[in-house]
């Protein structure tokens, strides 16, 4: 389960972003560590699914991305400390249609529209790919991700952030954000109005 609430950076962590570390972050964690010594015996493997958003931040999504960027440390982490006994791959899908928007999407986020869908059948296929094929480090779900998440570490953060900022004022001319109380200031300051 993964859950997703909109939240601004600029304001205090509420329950909703809590919630989201919880589960997305600590819930992992958890999960992990109960099964930790069954899998150092068997060789097993760990499958820690991240996201896109753990590579690429948006706006009104910190903690999610908060917490998968933080899941792809603490694969990190598990593969230093464990890897002689078991092998860690991190999953990154990309915005995959599903009911974890829907709440963004009410709240004037939405993803849809702002970048590419993936379909959901490529995640199911890597997470297979990754329990069942040679171990991997890293795998994204569609050959555009892979190339998008080699490429952006490499970048300057600066031309980064300079890129994201003319897509989200785009957006928002277009009216993408219309209607949502979260952004209704940052809209503002994006078009200079």
């Known amino acids: 389960m993964r859950v997703g609430y909109p ?5 205090a962590p509420d329950e909703d972003a809590l919630a989201v ?8 964690w958890r999960v992990t560590a109960a099964a930790l010594p069954a899998l150092r015996e068997s060789g097993g493997r760990v499958i820690n699914v991240a996201s896109g958003l753990a590579v690429f931040t948006i706006p009104f999504a910190t903690a999610y991305c908060i917490s998968k960027r933080g899941l792809v440390a603490y694969s990190d ?5 464990h890897g002689d006994r078991v092998t860690v791959t991190t999953v990154y899908p990309g915005y995959i249609r599903t009911p974890i928007h829907e ?3 009410a709240e004037g986020v939405a993803l849809e529209g702002a970048i ?5 059948e490529d995640a199911a296929r890597a997470i ?6 040679a171990p991997v480090r890293d795998l994204a779900t569609t050959r555009r991700g892979t190339v998008a998440y080699a490429a952006l570490p ?10 994201t900022r003319a897509r989200l004022r785009v957006l928002a001319a277009s009216g993408h954000f219309e ?5 209704r200031d940052w809209v503002a300051r994006m078009l200079g109005s």
């Not at 939240?7 to 304001?11: D, E, M, T, V, Y």
């Not at 982490?77 to 400390?81: G, I, P, T, V």
């Not at 209607?179 to 952004?183: F, H, M, W």
């Open 7 to 11: 939240q601004s950076a600029g304001r």
């Open 21 to 28: 570390l919880d589960v997305n972050l600590l819930g992992a």
């Open 77 to 81: 982490a598990l593969r230093l400390e």
């Open 103 to 105: 709440r963004s999407a």
């Open 116 to 120: 590419p869908a993936e379909r959901l």
């Open 128 to 133: 297979a790919r990754a329990s069942l094929d």
């Open 154 to 163: 490499r970048l300057s953060r600066r031309l980064v952030d300079r890129f």
């Open 179 to 183: 209607g949502s109380a979260l952004t």
